[in-house]
């Protein structure tokens, strides 16, 4: 929250908010686990070259939910995934993101029976075996390995959010309202103090891993968010792709 406000002090450019932090956490963490980071087209996994992170935007109060996804942020400034995730909403919100409208279109007349098994049969052949349905506004790059949502708005300071079907995501992580709480701070004698804190619940895709896996994508995520500001990849340990271990023999 602290950077957060430093960097809206120092430009005007773009609004620096936690969604952004939450955002750069996740692809840390995604890249620190990138070995296991992949899709699962017909039922074998398929390693990824690149890793996305999908951020659920609600539109008037949760009428529609619109993914805006950014691929490979941990590349990025904390600045320029602003900007892009900022200019895809404004753009969806006001009716401009061809892409969304195209893929929700047939939510408009199509019955739940049809409508349902239609778009996680459609989007599986976009996103987890890279199929070009651009003429229904699907792309391989629509939906991200995990997905972020907030029930912070809604005043919900937890929840458990259920893996979404048709985004094929290997975890989505639930963020919910900042709020004060009473902790023990382990640097000052273990004194009880009071901090704001924020409530992150993860649910995974078995289908991958059990939950080792995962845990450097959890550690890297945390440090990320604990100290932004200060954050270096290089104090932990990752889990290379092993390709980048070919490279190395040669």
Known sequence: MDLCKKLNAEQKDV???MTHVVTMAVAWGLYKMRRDVGRLPWGTFKAAKKFGVTVLVDVEGGKDLIPVTIWDAHKMTI????????????????GKDARHNQSTASANFLPSCV????????TYLASTCGWNLGFLGLKSDTFG???????GTMGYTSAFAPLCPPMHQMSIICTGAIEKRAVIDKEDGDKIKVANMMTCVGSGDHR????????????NMRAYMEDPGNYDE??????????EAIKKEE
């Open 79 to 94: 600045f320029e995934v602003a900007k892009l995730i900022t200019a895809k909403v404004q753009r969806a919100k006001s």
């Open 145 to 151: 390995h995990v997905v972020v949502t907030n029930v």
């Open 115 to 122: 409508a349902q098994p239609m778009v996680v049969g459609l």
């Open 15 to 17: 609004h620096i908010t």
């Open 234 to 243: 290089t104090k932990f340990k990752g889990v290379p792709h092993h390709s």
């Open 208 to 219: 991958y891993g059990d939950a080792a896996i995962m845990r450097p994508f959890f550690v």
